[in-house]
């Protein structure tokens, strides 16, 4: 889940409450947009599943929030974007919590979680065999995407098909991957609320002008010539 990143810095120790899950959401979302009562107001209606949930509920729900509105939303635009240009583009979701991970709070694969598995490292001889079999595979993936733009080849145990912005296909990347691996409109649902609630101005800085992210995705990616792999979203 990749808003667990927020609980790296304590944050599961501050959201105890709604009050306080409403001030780490005004604080999220308030160097963006100009309209935040409307944005806090869309993003509990969405994410919180109840006023009187515990702690740990109230945490779940804002890491959802969180990773939905600063990783998997960014990264279905550029893909699309990219996409729209002729770019082969290929999204993935991995969704695999490795075995000697201790990250229970997450309730999921940790942001960054596949980088283990793209670079062998010392950790490598802690995995079992189906993750070192799920690395293999995600590393010949990779390469064949660096040689020729397209990931796949005739060993690997599932087609990865292209993205476009009409079927909107992706990988989920774990250790039982097949035909059921490939699915469809990546939490469409909250990017579409999340890219509908940001279409605000942005607020000015007191060191200079913002960069509006939407528009500068949708000005510079479809003029963009290299490939894309984009990163995905747990």
Known sequence: MEGGIVLYNGLNEKIVSEDTFQEHLEYTMGTYNTNLVQITHAAKFEYLTDAAATPRDLQM???RMYGDWLFVAPTTRMAREFANAGNPTYLYNFDHVTSFFDHPWIGGAAHAEENYYLWP?????MM?????????LMRRM???FAKTGNPN????????PRYDQHSRQYLTLSTSMGPGSVQAHLRSKQVRQKTTSSAAVPRSHTRGPKIDLEFWLHNTCPHTKFHCNPSRGS
């Open 61 to 63: 729900d804002f890491m």
């Open 121 to 125: 490292s010392d950790v490598t001889d």
């Open 128 to 136: 079992t065999d189906e993750e070192r079999l799920l690395g293999l």
């Open 142 to 144: 990779w390469s064949n």
């Open 153 to 160: 080849s005739q060993e690997l145990p599932v087609t990865w």
